[in-house]
């Protein structure tokens, strides 16, 4: 059982907006910045997305944005495109011993 | 970014010890402030933080393997290591190998390998 919860799928429509949760506690999510997304495609190495909760890496669409709120964290993708179905997942600093956690990945299916 | 690749053996007996190394194409890794890791996916199961480490050697450990668990550099900088001892079945899983960036050995992972599947059975 992975230490953050997500769901385990998700999915929308070409052109829609989809969000996707990561929900910790007070000790990895909801106590600092340091929550990270990444994509990963079938067979495929994965991809940093987001960093710092809201940050973008240079070359990632701004159809990738992210928030938070309390203990969870949020992915929004907008403006769907079929590219973008893949797996999801979350990472956040878990505080003591430098400990970093997963969710355990959600499957974006664009429909 | 470089391009990180992962080798090693693919099948490790029960009780023996999982060796995999990590190359980064593209420059040395003896690039501050980044660190270099790795990181486990189970079968089914998400993805398990297992270990950075620096340019300079300091090492982070995740508690739940400390004891298990050695992740060095080598002195020309050019690969970096992954020791695991007394393998079990639970420790089967696709490894990657990562670069990562901030405090507290790396928060984020901004360069990935591809994994590679090694599996623990006799």
């Known amino acids: 059982q992975s230490a953050l919860t997500q769901p385990p799928s998700a999915s929308g429509s070409p052109g829609q907006s989809v969000t996707i949760s990561c929900t910790g506690t007070t000790i990895d999510v909801g106590g600092h910045i340091y929550v990270s997304w990444y994509q990963q495609h079938p067979g495929k190495a994965p991809k940093l997305i987001l960093y710092?909760?809201?940050k973008r890496p240079s070359g990632v669409p701004d159809r990738f944005s992210g928030s938070k709120s309390g203990n969870t964290a949020s992915l929004t993708v907008s403006g769907l495109q079929a590219e973008d179905e893949a797996d999801y997942f979350c990472c956040s600093y878990a505080g003591n011993n430098n400990l970093k956690v997963f969710g355990g990945g959600t499957k974006l299916t664009v429909l | 970014q470089p391009q990180m690749q992962e080798s090693g053996p693919g099948l490790v007996k029960p009780s023996e010890t999982l060796s995999l190394t990590c190359s980064a194409s593209?420059?040395?890794?003896?690039?501050?402030?980044?660190?270099w890791g790795w990181i486990r996916q189970p079968p089914g199961k998400g993805m398990q933080w297992i270990g950075s480490?620096?340019?300079?050697?300091?090492?982070f450990y995740n508690p739940a393997l400390k004891s298990q668990i050695t992740i060095s550099v080598d002195k020309s900088k050019i690969q970096f290591s992954l020791k695991l001892n007394a393998v079990t079945a639970a420790d089967t899983a696709v490894y990657f190998c990562v670069r990562s960036y901030g405090a507290y050995g790396g928060v984020w992972f901004d360069s990935w390998g591809q994994g590679t599947l090694v599996t623990v059975s006799s």
């Open positions: 480490i620096s340019y300079r050697g300091s090492t």
């Open positions: 593209g420059g040395s890794i003896a690039l501050s402030p980044y660190y």
């Open positions: 710092e909760v809201t």
